[in-house]
C-alpha cells in the first residue's frame, strides 16, 4: 500500500527501505510482488537496507535499567545529563550556555554514534565512548572544527588578513602533506558514501581528516609562522578543512 501510494504521490526513482536487518527476506518477497504487480515501473530502483541492533555493554540489545526497551527520548536525556556534567566540571561558563552547548553536543554525539557503525551490524552503547572528547566520535569532530576556528579568530584579531591572490603552497612538511592528502579523498568519499548508501564512510573520512589535521596543529606554528606566504598558505589550508568538515557534519545531520 505504501509502495502504490508513494508511486502516485511522489513518483520516485528509488525507495529505500531502513529496517531491522532480519526482515530482509520479507521485503524481497515484496519488492517481487510490486514488480509482477507493476506498482513501480521497471526503473524505479526498490532498495532494503537492513540495520543491526544497539547493544548494552553486556552485549545484549539496550534496555532501561527496570528492563525495558529503552526509549529515544530516555536516551538522549541520559547523554545530555552525562554531557552536561562534563561541561560543568570542565569549563567555566554561564548555566544557559552550558546546557545549550551539552544539548548541541549530546545529539551530535549520539548520531555520530549511530552513523559511524556499518547499518548492517549490531553495536555496543557506550556511553564514555560516545561522549569522550577524543577518538572516533562527534564531540571530537566539532572539537576540532572549534580548534580550526579559535586559529582563525586569533589569525584576524592580529590583523591578519588574506590577500587576493593567496595559494595553498607546496607542503613543508609530511602532517602537512598527509593533510593536503586527505582533502583531495573527500569527493571519492562523498560519491562512495551516497552510491553504497553507507554513512559510516564519511564519519570514517572526517575522524581521519580531524586526526591528521590535529598532528599538523601540534607541529605547525601557525600563528608565529614569520613567512607570511607560508602562513597565508596555512591559514588557507586549515579554512578548507573547516570547510570540508563542517560540509560532511552537515551532511550526516
Known amino acids: 500500500a505504501t509502495i502504490q501510494e508513494r508511486m502516485e504521490e511522489i513518483a520516485p526513482d528509488e525507495i529505500i527501505y531502513v529496517v531491522d536487518k532480519r526482515q530482509e527476506l520479507h521485503f524481497e518477497q515484496v519488492f517481487r510482488c510490486a514488480r509482477k504487480t507493476k506498482l513501480v515501473t521497471p526503473e524505479t530502483e526498490l532498495k532494503f537496507l537492513g540495520f543491526g541492533t544497539m547493544n548494552g555493554r553486556d552485549g545484549k540489545p539496550f534496555k532501561t ?6 526509549r529515544l527520548e530516555y536516551l538522549l536525556e ?12 570542565n569549563r567555566e561558563m554561564p548555566e544557559a550556555e552550558a546546557k545549550n552547548t551539552a544539548e548541541i ?8 554514534g549511530d552513523l559511524s557503525n556499518q547499518a548492517s551490524k549490531d553495536y555496543i552503547f557506550d556511553m564514555e565512548r560516545f561522549i569522550s572528547f ?12 572549534v580548534r580550526i576556528k579559535s586559529i582563525l579568530s586569533k589569525y584576524q ?40 548508501t553507507a554513512p559510516h564512510r564519511i ?4 575522524y581521519e581528516l580531524s586526526d591528521v589535521f590535529n598532528k599538523f596543529y601540534n607541529s ?7 613567512n607570511l606566504k607560508r602562513q597565508e598558505s596555512y591559514i588557507k589550508l586549515i579554512t578548507l578543512t573547516k570547510g570540508v568538515l563542517e560540509t560532511c557534519i552537515d551532511l550526516l545531520g
Open 65 to 70: 535499567r527496570d528492563g525495558g526497551v529503552m
Open 78 to 89: 541520559e547523554v545530555y545529563d552525562e554531557m552536561y556534567q562534563k561541561i560543568s566540571e
Open 105 to 112: 553536543v549530546a545529539l551530535s554525539a549520539v548520531k555520530y
Open 134 to 145: 577524543e577518538g572516533n566520535t562527534g564531540p571530537y569532530i566539532l572539537y576540532t572544527i
Open 157 to 196: 584579531e592580529n590583523g591578519g588578513k588574506l590577500s587576493k591572490g593567496a595559494k595553498i603552497l607546496g607542503a613543508k612538511s609530511e602532517v602537512e602533506k598527509n593533510l593536503m592528502l586527505q582533502l583531495t579523498n573527500y569527493k571519492e568519499v562523498v560519491e562512495a558514501s551516497f552510491g553504497e
Open 203 to 206: 564519519c570514517q573520512f572526517i
Open 220 to 226: 605547525t606554528m601557525i600563528l608565529k609562522e614569520q
